[in-house]
């Protein structure tokens, strides 16, 4: 009788197990489904706040621009070759009007930088869009050191001629 009880007790333990396995794994699964439906409900919902916030600020100021006055320059070349020119008329794009009124006294020391560099050029490098790209990248370079506290978004081109 002793194997007989101790059988039917294997029996027994023996039975619930494989129906508490699938009871937790089913709880595994609930609480992963929970967790991830509540992680992803998070950050809609945080992503959507931005959107709002973002509607919720104001527009961005426009720019405000510095007119540089018209420059022309001659470009350098060999000896002996016709003397080319070049005139530009600049624009330099600034954020707020508050450092627009601050460059302004900076001008001619703007000025003379330009003129320095622009002087040392020679036609060949101002040919096609990329020469122009080129420039207007070294300029902008020049006048924020220049102009050191006072950031220049761009330095826009007017007019540009070579002659």
């Known amino acids: ?11 027994v333990a023996e039975a619930p197990r494989p129906r508490g396995r699938l009871k937790l ?3 595994a699964v609930a609480v992963v489904a929970i967790i991830g439906g509540g ?4 950050f809609l919902m945080r992503h959507g706040g931005e959107e709002m916030h973002a509607e919720a600020m104001a527009p961005p100021k426009p720019p405000s621009y510095v007119e540089v006055p018209d420059m022309l320059v001659n470009l350098a070349g060999q000896p002996g070759d016709r003397v080319q020119f070049l005139k530009v008329k600049l624009v330099l794009e600034v ?4 450092q627009a009124e601050a460059i302004r006294p900076s001008l001619p020391r703007v000025i003379d930088i330009f003129q320095t560099y622009l002087r040392e050029l020679r ?7 990329a020469g122009l790209f080129r420039l207007k990248e ?10 050191s506290p006072y950031q220049v978004s761009a330095v826009l081109f007017k007019e540009v001629v070579v002659q």
């Not at 992680?39 to 998070?42: Q, R, S, V």
């Not at 954020?95 to 508050?98: F, H, M, N, S, V």
């Not at 036609?123 to 869009?129: A, F, I, Q």
């Open 138 to 147: 070294e300029l902008t370079r020049r006048v924020n050191l220049v102009l």
């Open 39 to 42: 992680a992803g409900w998070f």
């Open 25 to 27: 794994i089913i709880a």
């Open 95 to 98: 954020k707020e009007e508050k």
């Open 123 to 129: 036609p060949s490098d101002l040919s096609g869009s």
């Open 1 to 11: 009788m002793a194997d007989n009880e101790q059988a039917e007790a294997g029996a």
